[in-house]
């Protein structure tokens, strides 16, 4: 059987909208209730970490390019160990459900329909996150590469509609809360780099031009970097980031606030259209990374059979943490951070160490593979 | 054939699940679409009153409002009290045939009573509702809000589209700050900056076409000002004239005029257009203390003459331009001193200007900005040029003479 492939383009593609859809909203109200104005400060500052990240990532899994991090910790360590390490996985993909359905049912359920029961939000995802999975990775490749393109018009209609209204003297001063507390509060956004870090460590092997890798995984995070930022910046010289920090999507009260010329108003609806294909395919993509988990810990050969457990399993608890405000907000500022920076950075980190050590292993990997 | 089949189950689900026809679902016919909003105090003490001026589309139609609804009458108002904003509008829909949506609202009228009370809950509430618009905007009135959003003003069928013009065309008028709940929210959350808002007044000055002898016969909202606050609550308010010294703190300028004594007669008046205005509020650190520099530029273009005036006659312009300068100092001196002494209220945002420039001073300091804001020294510089007379280059007089 042919393996499934996807482009670098895709890949790209697939990094961007991983991190866009959270990052523009709920974790620019936290960044702003910790540092302020500096909040595209902190943002750029977890960019730069969210690029090291990756680098960190691609260079582990090139060190053995056709097995992901999973199949490389089988290698090194044996069964038992790559199991575990599914096992991590898989809990680290069950936790960022939690983050990317709040993302999902909070942008829809209380701007748009606050009366509709939220397990109607949670249903929806899950279809359209499993249907899209039964078409595979490239399908989803694809999608995410019409994902760019609507991230790009809505970041492009948000700066036309808001930039009548931007102060600049609200980015001021630089660093009010001084370099440490701003590197401290990137901390969230590096939980949105984590989830696509995390994603590369798992779909990478997939990725056509191995020589490329590298320029490609970097790319997706300044681009997506770059489009991130431009919230964060709006959002303080707009809003300001006393207003900012008010909300728990601050993206969205960005759009309530953006217009242009008389009847172009309220962007709430533009902004929904348009992010929400960076939103399905956060749904779809820990989905999807979960069920490859699954696979790994129970030794399927496929990881078709474990869409729908895995998918029913991250929906149930994305499910618990959305129902209550209070819990999802301190969720994804405090367990979440805690649970995905250690996972996104020790499990690449032990890889890389365990390959230094086992180098003779991964060589006759890498050879037998040639 | 079984996949088809899967695509048709799936398509079925979906179309249940995400049309909205379960729950959420809102038919147009079945909201009061609000246009405007009047929050006043209630009969009793705790009680507030809210007034909401609900469209009928069916009778607003077309520019004149000729109505179609066999009504004629474009909009309806409903009041209701309630302990809390959110009660009342609830008892609104004690009598309302309609489920009241926000989504449309153009303005919030809060009564001065009211306001000199507190607007706290009021931000709370108009910022937490996901219907309202961030842009809707907000103003204090003397009057009963009540009356202020029911009143048709000028042009407009709907009274609420009409003062939403009002403010729209402010940067000709000039007579009050364009204050948006977004404002209000941003400089109530703010640890320097006090909130400013609009002021509007009824006044009787409509002309009716049928009966043109009886001028002044029914009321009109103008715009009158702003309402200055300290904290949430309304501690004065400042009059058109002092507006327009205000709005280069706060917004960018547009246009603005002064009226000045003719050189050679002082009974005539000469009027200038300013142009080209560059504003600056430049902060200081000196003993310990921050201090303010105020910088104004203006180009003035004449655009009214009582008296023979052209920029040939040097001397002439020149008096003109001292005349501007020291008017606009006056102006700015003016209210920089009621800010400080007389309303103890940073609505000009100094505190925020001193924030930017002195990051680590200003942290020393910004606790007791209150005491120490009525006591910073405050310099104001201006500079104006008379530059052109708009279409005529020579003087307009009578070419006898004798004249």
Not at chain 1, 108 to 125: C, H, M, N, R, S
Not at chain 2, 10 to 22: A, N, R, Y
Not at chain 2, 211 to 220: D, F, S, T, V
Not at chain 2, 362 to 379: A, D, G, L, M, Y
Request: with cysteine; aromatic share 10%; proline share 4%.
């Amino acid at each position: 059987m042919q393996k499934v492939r996807i482009s670098n383009g895709m890949f790209m593609a697939l990094i961007i909208n991983m991190v866009y859809a959270k990052a523009i909203g709920l974790t620019q109200g936290s960044i702003a209730r910790e540092v302020g104005g500096d909040m595209w400060i902190s943002t750029f500052f977890s960019s730069i970490q969210g690029c090291l990240m990756m680098l960190l990532t691609i260079y582990v899994i090139r060190q053995s390019p056709e097995s992901n991090i999973l199949g490389q910790s089988e290698l090194l360590l044996g069964k038992w160990f790559g199991k575990i390490i599914s096992l991590i996985l898989f809990l680290f993909f069950v936790g960022a459900a939690g983050a990317v359905y709040t993302t999902f049912v909070y942008h829809l359920k209380d701007y748009f329909l606050p009366e509709a029961p939220t397990i109607i939000f949670v249903i929806a995802g899950f279809i359209i996150a499993v249907f899209a999975l039964y078409h595979g990775i490239e399908v989803i490749g694809r999608m995410a590469l019409i994902g760019v393109f609507s991230i790009l018009m809505l970041n492009i209609l948000i700066i036309f509609g808001s930039i009548r209204d931007f102060d600049i003297r609200e980015l001021m001063p630089l660093f009010q809360y001084g370099v440490l507390p701003d590197l401290w509060a990137s901390r969230h956004n590096n939980t949105d780099w984590a989830m696509a870090t995390m994603m590369a460590a798992v779909i990478l092997p997939m990725v056509k031009e191995k020589n490329t890798w590298k320029r490609s995984g970097a790319l997706g995070i300044v681009l997506g970097g770059a489009f991130v930022i431009i919230w964060p910046i709006l959002e303080t010289g707009v809003l300001t980031a006393e207003v900012a920090g008010q909300y728990i999507v601050s993206c969205m009260q960005m759009a309530r606030s953006a217009q242009i010329g008389l009847f172009f108003h309220r962007y709430e609806m533009i902004m929904i259209a348009f992010f929400s294909l960076s939103a399905l395919t956060q749904i779809i993509m820990t989905f999807f990374c979960a069920a490859v988990s699954i696979q790994n810990l129970i030794g399927m050969k496929s990881h078709k059979p474990a869409i729908l457990p895995a998918s029913l399993i991250l929906s149930g608890f994305g499910y618990w943490v959305v129902l209550d405000h209070h819990r999802a907000i301190d969720y994804i500022e405090t367990y979440w951070v805690t649970l995905a920076m250690s996972i996104a950075i020790g499990i690449p980190l032990m890889v890389l160490v365990l390959g230094f050590i086992f180098r003779k292993k991964l060589k006759q990997s890498k050879s037998a593979s040639m | 054939m079984a996949a088809k089949f899967k695509i048709c189950v799936l398509v079925c689900v979906l179309i249940l699940i995400l049309s909205g026809c379960k729950t959420g679902k809102r038919e147009l016919n079945d909201l009061a679409l609000v246009m405007a909003v009047g929050l006043d105090k209630g009969s009793s003490e705790g009680l507030i009153k809210v007034t909401t001026q609900i469209a009928r589309p069916s009778d607003a139609r077309g520019q004149t409002g000729a109505p179609s609804g066999q009504t004629g009458d474009p909009i309806w108002s409903a009041s209701a009290e309630g302990e809390t904003i959110f009660q009342a509008i609830r008892n609104l829909s004690t009598f309302s045939s309609r489920r009241v949506f926000w989504a449309h609202n153009l303005i919030i009228v809060i009564n001065e009573k009211l306001a000199k009370e507190g607007i706290r809950e009021i931000i709370d509430f108009f910022t937490r509702n996901p219907e309202l618009r961030m842009r809707t905007w907000v103003a204090v009135t003397p009057n009963k809000a009540s009356e202020v959003v029911s009143t048709v003003t000028g042009l407009e069928v709907v009274p609420g589209e009409a003062l939403d013009k009002l403010f729209r065309y402010t940067p000709i008028s000039v007579q009050a700050p364009r204050t948006q709940i977004l404002d209000l929210q941003a400089s109530y959350l703010s640890e320097s900056t006090e909130p400013i808002l609009a002021r509007l007044r009824l006044v009787n000055r409509g002309v009716s076409n049928k009966k043109p002898g009886q001028e002044g016969g029914y009321k009109q909202v103008e715009l009158a000002g702003a309402g200055v606050f300290k904290g949430d609550k309304l501690v004065g308010t400042l009059k058109p004239f002092e507006v327009r010294s205000v709005l280069p703190f706060l917004e960018a300028m547009d246009t603005g005029m002064l009226i000045l004594h003719c050189p050679d007669d002082k009974q005539k008046k000469i009027t200038v257009e300013l142009r080209n205005q560059k504003f600056k509020v430049i902060p200081s650190f000196k003993n310990n203390k921050p201090a303010f520099t105020v910088s104004y530029q203006t180009d003035g273009s004449v655009v009214e003459a009582a008296c023979p005036f052209s920029l040939e006659e040097r001397a002439k312009v020149d008096a003109i331009e001292r005349e501007m300068e020291q008017e606009k100092k006056k102006e700015f001196e003016k209210l920089v001193r009621r800010a400080q002494k007389e309303l103890n209220s940073d609505f000009l945002e100094l505190g925020k200007v001193f924030h930017n420039r002195y990051p680590v001073e200003w942290r020393r300091i910004h606790s007791q900005w209150e005491t120490i804001f009525p006591t910073v020294e405050i310099k104001v510089k201006t500079m104006a040029k008379v530059k052109d007379t708009v279409l005529l280059k020579n003087q307009t007089k009578s070419g006898r003479i004798n004249k």
